[in-house]
Structures are given as C-alpha cells and as structure tokens.
C-alpha cells in the first residue's frame, strides 16, 4: 500500500515542478516581449528627439540668417536715404548754379557758331576766284568743309599737288592762320575705278598719299600749326556722287579740308 503512496507522490511533484516551470517561462517570455517594446519605443523616441533638435538647429540657423539679412536691408536702407538726402542737397545748392553754367555754355555755343560762321565767310571770299567743280565751301555737322577737286589739285593716279592747287592752299592757309579757334582734318577720297601702280597699292595708299601732301604744303610751305591738323584716307568709300556717270565719279575724287572748332571750353564747362 506504502508503494503506490510513494509513486502517487512522485507523480505529484513532477506535474507541479511542470507546472511551475511552465509559468515561469511565460512570464519570462513576457518580460522579454515587454524589453523588446520598451527598446523599440526607446530608440522611436531618441529617433524623434534627433528630429527635434534637428528642427531646432534649423529654425536657429534660418534666425540668424533672418537677422544677417535683416542688418544688411537696414545699412541699405540707410545709404540709400544717406544718397537721397545728398540728392536733394546738391540739387537744392546748385539749381543757380546749373542755371549759370546752361547760360555760360549757351553763350560759348553761340560764340563757335558765330566764329565758325566767319571762318566760312572768309575762306569763301578768299578762294572766290575758283570755279564750282574746283572747289566748293559749305557747312555740315557744325563744321567748315572745303572740298577741293582733283582737276584743281592733281593730275590722274598722282599725289604731287599742282601749281594751281598750291595757290588756293596758300590762300587757305593764311585765313587758317588767323585763327586758333579750330582743329583741321585733312581726308583724301577717290573715285571707285582701282589702281595699282609702281607708287600705289589701291585706292587707299592714293587717298591717304594726297592727304598727306595737302597736309605738308599746309603745314611746310605755309607755316600752319602741325599740331592741329591729321591726314587720312578715305578711298572710295565716302562718295557724295554716284560712280556710275564721269561727273560723278568726278565729284567723289575730292581732297575735303575739314574745320573743327575747338571745343575745349564746352568739354571744361560740361564736366567741371
């Protein structure tokens, strides 16, 4: 009877030891479910305290560029008012002022006009003796043109001025003299027929040759102010005729004798 006791008791204890084990390893099943959601919620958490501070970096970062932006808007802000208040003195102070300089400038305006009106006059009477298709004296741009033709000045294709041409530069010349109130441009021009001689490329070492003896005679032979005078080339391409008629390209091989009044003064008082 003890035996069956015995084996009954043994049973006994082994179901509760089972028992007892099987609670225990569900509790640490549990527990370790529970470590593993506190962990996940741990690291979401330290995920989003980074993006918070993140933000925070940001939105500081945007306030001091904010602030830069604004201390750079207001130093502009004050240069500006700082230029407008300049502004507005110079223009205050100098509206009598400008009003002189306007009238001054005016008059020295009207003074180069009445200079150059007399030059024109004067070198017309002086070379009155020419004929019109020897030379012609006209006005254009403000400027003093005389306009001495190739028959009054060379022969065909060369550059040595001619007896007669000589005379009317000498008469020109003197009436240069008398004044200093101008400036001379000396241009050559030809008609479109090309050349090309042992002397002569083209039509550009032609016109710039012809020139250039102009400007000797002027300067050498009649004493005229180096200085104020230039030589240059044109070739043919400045007509004042067309080239397809003899009289025109006639009228195109043409020495021009260019007067520019001085303009010294208006330049002073324009930029003073």
Same mark, same amino acid.
């Given at each position: 009877?003890?035996?069956?006791?015995?084996?009954?008791?043994?049973?006994?204890?082994?179901?509760?030891?089972?028992? @007892?084990?099987?609670?225990?390893?569900?509790?640490?099943?549990?527990?370790?479910?529970?470590?593993?959601?506190?962990?996940?919620?741990?690291?979401?958490?330290?995920?989003?305290?980074?993006?918070? +501070?993140?933000?925070?970096?940001?939105?500081?970062?945007?306030?001091?560029?904010?602030?830069?932006?604004?201390?750079?808007?207001?130093?502009?802000?004050?240069?500006?008012? +700082?230029?407008?208040?300049?502004?507005?003195?110079?223009?205050?102070?100098?509206?009598?002022?400008?009003?002189?300089?306007?009238?001054?400038?005016?008059?020295?305006?009207?003074?180069?006009?009445?200079? @150059?009106?007399?030059?024109?006059?004067?070198?017309?009477?002086?070379?009155?003796?020419?004929?019109?298709?020897?030379?012609?004296?006209?006005?254009?741009?403000? +400027?003093?043109?005389?306009?001495?033709?190739?028959?009054?000045?060379?022969?065909?294709?060369?550059?040595?001025?001619?007896?007669?041409?000589?005379?009317?530069?000498?008469?020109?010349?003197?009436?240069?003299?008398?004044?200093?109130?101008?400036?001379?441009?000396?241009?050559?021009?030809?008609?479109?027929?090309?050349?090309?001689?042992?002397?002569?490329?083209?039509?550009?070492?032609?016109?710039?040759?012809?020139?250039?003896?102009?400007?000797?005679?002027?300067?050498?032979?009649?004493?005229?102010?180096?200085?104020?005078?230039?030589?240059?080339?044109?070739?043919?391409?400045?007509?004042?005729?067309? +080239?397809?008629?003899?009289?025109?390209?006639?009228?195109?091989?043409?020495?021009?004798?260019?007067?520019?009044?001085?303009?010294?003064?208006?330049?002073?008082?324009?930029?003073?």
């Amino acid at each position: 009877m003890k035996k069956p006791i015995h084996t009954l008791t043994f049973f006994a204890l082994i179901i509760g030891l089972l028992f @007892t084990s099987c609670v225990s390893n569900k509790k640490f099943i549990a527990s370790e479910a529970r470590v593993d959601k506190l962990q996940k919620e741990n690291a979401n958490m330290a995920s989003k305290l980074n993006e918070r +501070n993140l933000q925070l970096m940001k939105l500081k970062d945007e306030e001091a560029s904010m602030q830069k932006e604004k201390v750079v808007a207001q130093e502009e802000y004050a240069s500006v008012q +700082n230029d407008l208040m300049l502004l507005s003195s110079e223009s205050n102070m100098t509206i009598r002022e400008q009003a002189i300089r306007l009238k001054n400038l005016q008059d020295i305006i009207d003074s180069q006009a009445e200079i @150059t009106n007399k030059l024109k006059n004067s070198i017309g009477n002086a070379l009155k003796n020419y004929k019109a298709d020897e030379l012609t004296v006209y006005m254009k741009d403000g +400027n003093v043109h005389v306009s001495l033709a190739e028959k009054l000045l060379f022969k065909s294709g060369s550059d040595v001025v001619d007896s007669k041409g000589k005379a009317a530069l000498k008469s020109l010349a003197t009436i240069l003299n008398s004044s200093e109130d101008f400036t001379v441009s000396i241009e050559g021009h030809t008609d479109d027929v090309p050349i090309k001689t042992k002397m002569f490329e083209d039509n550009w070492d032609l016109s710039t040759a012809r020139a250039t003896s102009i400007v000797r005679i002027l300067t050498i032979d009649n004493g005229f102010d180096a200085s104020r005078i230039t030589a240059s080339g044109k070739s043919q391409f400045h007509p004042v005729s067309s +080239n397809i008629t003899a009289e025109g390209r006639a009228g195109n091989r043409r020495t021009e004798v260019i007067l520019s009044p001085d303009l010294q003064e208006i330049y002073k008082l324009l930029y003073q």
